[in-house]
Each structure stands twice: as C-alpha cells, then as structure tokens.
C-alpha cells in the first residue's frame, strides 16, 4: 500500500503547464527525506526524471521540474508535449517500520 | 554504459518455483545497492527489497517479507529474485533497479522488466 499519494490523473492541451502533487507524511517527505520522480512511458520501465526534489539528470529536458514543501512535493511540467503522455511516480524515503522506499500512487498525464 | 538487463518472460504454475535475474554492467557492481520492484497489471509501482551485491546485505519490504528470496552473484555482477511456490497474485511485471550511491536513495538506472505470469 503506497504510502505517498498522487492524483490519478491530470491532463492539459500541448503547450499548457500541468502540476503533479505528491503528499506524505512525517514518517518520509516530512522527516526531510528527498523526493524523486520517474515516467513511466506505456510498456517500459519507469526512467529517473527528477532528483533530489528539483535536480534534472543528463537529457531530460527543463519542462520538467520539481519542488518540494513540508509533507508534499511536485512536479510541473510546462510547454506539454505528446511525447509527455505517460504514467509519473514519485518516490521518497520512509523511516518507519513499514518501509524503506516508498513510491506514490502514480499519476497518469493525458495530452489532449 | 551503465546497463541491467533482465531475464526472459516467464509462464509458470501455481505452486512452481522460480528465479529471475538482472545482470549489471559498465559500472562497478559490488558499489551499488540493487533494488526489485513489482508492477501488477495495470497498477503501480512497488518496493520489494534491496540487496548490496559487495556484501550482500539484503532488506524487505514488510510486504514481500517472507515471500521472496532476493540474492547476489558478484562473481558475474547479477542480482536474483526468487519465489519457492508461486501464487497467482504474483503475476507481475518485475523490475530491478540501481540505487545511486554516495548517500542518494533514488534508482538511476533500471532493467527492462521480467514478466511473470501464473496461471493454472
């Protein structure tokens, strides 16, 4: 049971900008721990987006971006493209007895 | 290049036992934590465990406790992912994937994914 939670879903019309939450709790976002997010395009493995709350690796481009405040965080993605048309997840740290790593509930991004 | 690649689709029965692998290269696999993470059909994504390949340290998730043995060959740089008596509800896509290390608790890099199905 994923202990961070996301909308289902969010779309937006390619160009606009569409937001992400992720909320937790003070067991892993609030504890300080850093969020992360993947995409997940259909029928591949999910691939690193964001680290560290807000650091973009190599090749993903600044649409994308991330933040993160108290118990939750988000991703924005501006200028949306086709090519954005896919399942995100986030991802922290959990410090309780639970779990260790704990991804969110995934949310999927439709381009209209 | 840093790479995991999985092993081949799976069709088992209910009861069967099964090993699954992800071997690692172009990196230093003995530095890396190596997680395992389930996709069921259509939902989302899952924690299973981790293991550090130098060591083989190895942590579960409560819920996959008990249920699935993970393991590490460092001799040829592979992580394994094993059930002793399959169930339906396994059917899943699994995947492994590397955490980055010096401290970071994200997975940078990630196998393509072994299907399992089971089914009677």
């Known amino acids: 049971q994923s202990v961070l939670t996301q909308p289902p879903s969010v779309s937006g019309a390619p160009g606009q900008r569409v937001t992400i939450s992720c909320t937790g709790s003070s067991s892993n976002i609030g504890a300080g721990y850093d969020v992360h997010w993947y995409q997940q395009l259909p029928g591949t493995a999910p691939k690193l987006l964001i680290y560290?709350?807000?650091n973009r690796p190599s090749g993903v481009p600044d649409r994308f971006s991330g933040s993160k405040s108290g118990t939750s965080a988000s991703l924005a993605i501006t200028g949306l493209q086709a090519e954005d048309e896919a399942d995100y997840y986030c991802q922290s740290y959990d410090s309780s007895l639970s779990a260790h790593y704990v991804f969110g509930t995934g949310t999927k991004v439709t381009v209209l | 290049e840093v790479q995991l690649v999985q092993s081949g689709a799976e069709v088992k029965k209910p009861g069967e036992s099964l090993k699954i692998s992800c071997k690692g290269s172009g990196y230093s696999f003995t530095s890396y934590w190596i997680g395992w993470v389930r996709q069921m059909p259509g939902k989302g994504l899952e924690w299973m465990g981790i293991i550090y390949p130098g060591d083989s340290d190895t942590r579960y998730s409560p819920s996959f406790q008990g249920q699935v043995t993970i393991s590490a060959d460092k001799s040829i740089s592979t992580a394994y992912l094993q059930w002793s008596s399959l169930k339906a509800s396994d059917t899943a896509m699994y995947y492994c994937?590397?955490?980055?290390?010096?401290?970071?608790?994200?997975?940078?890099?990630w196998g393509q994914g072994t299907l399992v199905t089971v089914s009677s």
């Open positions: 560290g709350n807000s």
């Open positions: 994937a590397r955490r980055k290390g010096s401290g970071w608790d994200y997975f940078d890099y």
